[in-house]
T-cell receptor, first 111, second 113 residues
């Protein structure tokens, strides 16, 4: 089955700096990779996703890159702001409707 | 705005006392999911409905049941809650199709006394 590893588990960056979270997956058949942001006490929110036929996707300060050969994908947040503090989950879709989740990264933005 | 709504947001129940959590959606998505999330962990899929077709995960305990009376509503029934069932329960929806992302509700936090 599919396995998704996510690193780091905690990331602390200075406000205004960039943050990068990395994930690797095991099943080369996986073809859709969403990223979710979860704030304290709330449900996860889809912030960006990428399909396997695309190498990079951007949405304002957020970007995701995908390397199919190496089977890894990354979330990039530029010009970090206090409201970016949250837990971020990567995931890979596998076998239809099953989402395989990474373990999560707690992002802390230091003022 | 189209959304996924969960009630109540907080639920306290007693050990062994049945409890029902509810979810409704205005997105008109045909797939609905129930996830369990314990602190600092990723959500764990319990089951999902593709229209009225119920799909149970292999490791979901029998203690957990679900009902979907129509497209908009879905319920999670916990027949005999144990202390280990205390968690955040998340409802999510998606459009038909393998590449659809999930839209989550705000969750119901369940406390078992």
């Amino acid at each position: 089955g599919e396995n998704v590893e996510q690193h780091p588990s905690t990331l602390s960056v200075q406000e205004g700096d960039s943050a990068v979270i990395k994930c690797t997956y095991s099943d080369s058949a996986s073809n859709y990779f969403p990223w979710y942001k979860q704030e304290l006490g709330k449900g996860p929110q889809l912030i960006i996703d990428i399909r396997s036929n695309v190498g990079e996707k951007k949405d304002q300060r957020i970007a995701v890159t995908l390397n199919k050969t190496a089977k890894h994908f990354s979330l990039h947040i530029t010009e970090t702001q206090p409201e970016d503090s949250a837990v971020y989950f990567c995931a890979a879709i596998w076998s239809g409707y099953q989402l395989i989740w990474g373990a999560g990264t707690k992002l802390i933005i230091k003022p | 705005d189209a959304m996924v709504i969960q009630n109540p947001r907080y639920q306290v129940t007693q050990f062994g006392k049945p409890v029902t959590l509810s979810c409704s959606q205005t997105l008109n998505h045909n797939v609905m999911y129930w996830y369990q999330q314990k602190s600092s962990q990723a959500p764990k899929l319990l089951f999902h409905y593709y229209d009225k077709d119920f799909n149970n995960e292999a490791d979901t305990p029998d203690n957990f049941q679900s009902r979907r009376p129509n497209t908009s509503f879905c319920f999670l029934d916990i027949r005999s809650p144990g202390l280990g069932d205390a968690a955040m329960y998340l409802c999510a929806t998606s459009r038909e199709g393998q590449l659809a992302g999930l839209y989550f509700g705000p969750g119901t936090r369940l406390l078992v006394l």
